[in-house]
């Protein structure tokens, strides 16, 4: 009988992947629960829908710049294997 490499890889291992998938899918779930606040924020803090949809903007353009910085130094530092 032969044991997969599935059944090799270390309960750490499998937790890891399980928070990575977990951290990954935080910044979609955020966006989808504040998309249908937005009248409500504007609303509720006297300000116009084009300031509310402006804090999304910025989050997004702020997502795309920390991938420009955040490859270059995947590149620099390598990626570790981690099994």
């Avoid at 937790?15 to 910044?27: N, P, R, T, V």
């Amino acid at each position: 009988m032969q044991i997969s490499k599935e059944e090799q890889a270390p309960a750490a291992g499998k937790i890891l992947i399980i928070l990575l998938a977990a951290i990954a899918a935080i910044g979609p779930l955020a966006t989808d629960m504040y998309l249908p606040a937005f009248p409500e924020i504007s609303q509720n803090l006297n300000v116009s829908a084009s300031y509310i949809q402006l804090t999304l903007t910025t989050w997004l353009i702020g997502l795309a710049f920390g991938q420009i910085i955040v490859g270059p130094l995947s590149d620099i530092f390598g990626r570790k294997n981690r099994f």
